[in-house]
């Protein structure tokens, strides 16, 4: 168990971080700890969550996804045509958001690996594509969503918000499973050091692909139940999505430099971002102000992420 | 051969190659490989036969590390065939290596920092690809290493966590439980214990019995005379020779390995200065474990030679010298004044005057994307006496290094590698330094260049600089060097001047072994 900890302790931290502003947060709203109010916080948490899932595949290669909010409003305008109507139209729907998604992640790694251009250049290219097309889907918000599958993927299920149990399924169903496979370790391989995982002969350019065309799909997951919460498409939403999904994996202690961190991590980052907001909300703090304290708490967390440097005794390893 | 005995269609030819008759299990034919103007591998033909030990020494930067990075797939020649049990390949990946049973246990350690040694050992495993992982393999690198004293390291611990040796142990567990057909060992053993040694050793033995054939690279001579079936001896690019062991005794390798002297290579020595002023003494200094204890000193005109086998802690003396270390223990003292160095912006302060020609002049020594001239300028930023933008400052240096180039505005990366490293010496000399500490400065350099570098440091050095020069090549602290300090394992072993300056003796202390002698016999 201490082993464990120890291995494990960035998530730990996240993880005790995140009980402890949920308990201040229930603690001090009006309604308490009641299933409207978890739900409500649950939906808000799982669209970030998602989204800091997508930034997290990309960064754990060593690389950084500025199209994620890009992919998110194209999704979401897409699932705005798509999920209503017949039963079997919205089905096809369901597959065709997440697929777009993960279409959009292929072409930010097919440009990467291929082209050779970093990852910063491309997705921030392909990010302007992709809102480009959203815009032309939806130049105002609008469309619908169908309200009985909306209801069913943001209510909840005998008292548990539906979106907890999401968030269940994703690391249980798909993280835990996905860590055991090569590429899941691949991936880490690649972010750590990628020459050890070339001379080990690992094909680093296909888990270059894969991780990127996962923060697609993950990028399209996110449109996609966020299109569930406001059941419209909106193309303007890309940029504080990207910029948050950053914060939340550098909160949940994944390292920008790659090869450490988890999905559970990026998670955790997610919802501790979003109760913050939630928290500021009720406290008091004038609206305005918030942003000023939101960046404090996220300047104060990457500065204890980076203390390892006090440890250096070589003043060059400083700065590799 | 039992466990072979499933091995795609390359089981019929390890039964030829076992009986001795034809197909060497791997020959290469004409292999060069270059780095633009640098000749790493010129022309060689080399074969490894299968059950067989086939040992490679040489000098660094004869071309070894090459070799081994060519069978594994990870460099690609620029001509010559490769083939193996006949027939010929293109290794263009590690992968296409591993197909064909090429494993390389490498010098520069293959282990991801960030994951467990179980996820390491499980990463590129036979029959690993992208999905599920079952673990296969697993048991018989657990066994491996429990037989080569490695059964504390915990499968769950993180590989950055481990000490060297250890990870030294997984790597070759990993290996070996790759069921090469060719193993290579690149000083795979440097950083383990005389005991864990030998229970390797006798692993690959076994292996070398069941027909696998191992290429070992090792500086101990000791850890040949041990092993080798066959020795090849590497020389600038070249093999020498190839012979059985025992045909030649140590002293005749030695000579093989050093080469001819090329004395008119090196400026004359001048006669020795008893008298002249000390300008840099160093007590006890102590780093981390990593250097320990060293005391030296160096007199005005003196040049100081360093040597030792990689990470023996003489490269991090020198950086902690410059105020590049934390934490580190020991008095410096300048011209008899006790320096406080933490940095290098103290390091060039005019009362201290030291300066420092990185090990790697390409991210260290220049800014490669900026012109030759704000290169230049770079060192004299930020000492008040001087302007750094007044182009004086350089020019007699740079007369002095014969620099080569099309404008001094140039980009510094249009130089060849030698003019750059020219470009950072002659950064450091406009500071007008008392004490010149370089780190391997003619690596990767030409010998006309070379060349020019030994005189113009002789010539520094008549001027009154102290200089102290950390050298892999033993030539360079033979031939330009007045004094040569070897260190191992962090410490001095050794202290040679005047005649006790030989090949023989340098080499002897880089494997810390008492006499020449003695590790001809021990």
Redesign the interface.
């Known amino acids: 168990m201490v082993d464990y900890m120890k291995s494990n302790r960035r998530e730990v931290i996240a993880g005790v971080v995140l009980v402890t502003l949920l308990a201040t947060y229930l603690g001090t709203h009006p309604r308490g700890a009641s299933t409207y109010v978890m739900t409500i916080w649950a939906n808000q948490c799982l669209i970030l969550g998602l989204a800091a899932c997508a930034q997290f595949f990309a960064v754990v290669v060593r690389g950084i996804d500025l199209s994620v909010g890009a992919v998110m409003a194209l999704t979401n305008c897409i699932a705005s045509y798509l999920l209503d109507g017949s039963a079997v139209g919205i089905a096809m729907g369901m597959v065709a958001v997440p697929v777009a998604g993960a279409l959009c992640g292929l072409l930010n790694g097919l440009v990467i690996v291929y082209g050779r251009i970093q990852p910063i250049v491309v997705t921030l290219a392909t990010a302007s594509i992709f809102v480009g097309i959203a815009l032309l889907l939806r130049p105002t918000p609008g469309g619908a969503v169908n309200y009985d599958l909306a209801d069913a993927m943001t209510l909840d299920l005998l008292g548990m918000p539906t979106a907890l149990i999401i968030t269940v399924v994703v690391v249980l169903g798909f993280w835990l499973p996905f860590r055991r496979t090569g590429l899941g370790l691949g991936l880490y391989a690649l972010g750590s050091s990628e020459q050890a995982a070339f001379q080990s002969g690992i094909d680093t350019r296909v888990i270059r692909l894969a991780a990127f065309t996962l923060a697609g799909l993950f990028g399209g997951l996110a449109g996609l139940f966020y299109s569930f919460v406001t059941t419209t498409g909106d193309a303007g939403i890309a940029a504080g999505f990207t910029l948050n999904s950053i914060a939340a994996v550098v909160l949940g202690g994944v390292l920008l430099r790659g090869g450490v961190g988890s999905l559970i991590g990026a998670l955790a980052g997610a919802f501790i971002l979003k109760t913050i907001a939630s928290l500021m909300f009720f406290s008091g703090i004038p609206s305005l102000a918030q942003p000023l304290f939101e960046g404090m708490i996220l300047a104060a967390a990457i500065a204890i992420g980076g203390a390892d440097v006090l440890r250096a005794r070589n003043k060059l390893e400083v700065f590799s | 051969m039992r466990r072979r005995a499933g091995t795609r269609a390359a089981a019929p030819f390890i039964a030829i190659t076992m009986s001795g008759n034809g197909t060497p299990l791997l020959e290469m034919r004409n292999i060069s490989k270059h780095f633009g103007a640098t000749k790493a591998l010129d022309g060689v033909d080399f074969t490894c036969n299968a059950g067989e030990v086939h040992a490679v020494l040489g000098e660094n930067g004869a071309g070894k590390s090459t070799l081994m990075k060519l069978i ?1 797939g ?1 460099l690609q020649p620029t001509q010559g065939q490769l083939c193996v049990d006949g027939r010929e390949v293109f290794l263009a ?3 296409a ?2 197909r064909q049973g090429l494993v ?1 246990m ?1 010098q ?9 040694v179980r ?2 050992l ?3 495993a036979p029959g ?6 079952r673990g296969t393999g697993l048991e018989k690198a657990q066994d491996v290493l429990t037989r080569i004293g490695g059964a504390q390291i915990r499968m ?1 611990a ?1 590989v950055a966590d481990l000490t060297l040796p250890q990870r030294q142990q997984v790597e070759i567990a ?1 290996a070996i439980m790759k069921k090469p057909r060719l193993l290579i060992l690149d000083e795979a053993t440097s950083a383990l214990s005389a005991s864990v040694v030998e229970q390797v050793f006798d692993l690959v033995r076994e292996e070398r019995d069941s027909g696998t054939a191992v290429l070992f690279i090792s500086h101990r001579f000791h850890e040949i005379e041990a092993l080798a079936d066959r020795i090849s001896v590497f020389r600038n690019g070249q093999r020498v020779e190839t012979f059985m062991k025992g045909d030649h005794s140590y002293s005749e390798i030695i000579g093989m390995m050093v080469g001819q002297k090329i004395e008119e290579l090196f400026p004359p020595k001048s006669p020795a200065r008893e008298g002249s002023d000390v300008v840099l003494d160093v007590r006890n200094y102590t ?2 474990g990593r250097v320990r204890n060293v005391s030296l000193s160096v007199r005005r005109g003196q040049i100081l030679g360093l040597g030792g086998l990689d990470g023996q802690g003489q490269g ?1 003396f020198l ?1 902690g010298l410059f ?5 580190a223990d020991g008095t410096t003292a300048i011209s008899g004044q006790i320096a406080d160095i933490r ?1 290098p912006k103290d390091a060039k302060r005019q009362d201290v005057s030291l300066a420092y020609i990185p090990e790697d002049r390409k991210t ?1 020594g220049l800014i490669l994307d900026q012109s030759i001239r704000e290169n230049l300028e770079l060192a004299a930023l930020g000492r008040p006496d001087l302007d750094a933008g007044d182009p004086a400052l350089y020019a007699g240096s740079l007369d002095q290094l014969a620099l080569k180039h099309g404008g001094l505005n140039l980009p510094v990366s249009s130089l060849s590698g030698g003019n750059q490293q020219k470009v950072v010496l002659a950064k450091w000399l406009a500071l007008n330094p008392r004490c010149l500490l370089l780190a391997d400065p003619t690596r990767g350099i030409d010998v006309k260049t070379k060349t020019q570098i030994y005189a113009i440091l002789r010539q520094l050095a008549d001027q009154g600089t102290a200089i102290v020069l950390l050298s892999t090549d033993y030539e360079e602290l033979i031939q330009l060097c007045d004094e040569t300090h070897v260190f191992f394992d962090g410490e001095v072993v050794a202290a040679l001047s005047g005649d006790d300056l030989t090949p023989e003796n340098i080499i002897a202390a880089t494997l810390n072994v008492a006499t020449p002698s003695r590790a001809a016999h021990g």
């Open positions: 594994a990870v990946t590690p992968q290596a591993l390389c490498f520069e350690l293959s282990l991801v920092p960030d994951l467990t996820e390491n499980l990463l590129g690993a690809g992208l999905g599920w992982l769950n993180r990993k780093w981390e991090a950086m105020g590049l270390l934390r934490k940095s260290e």
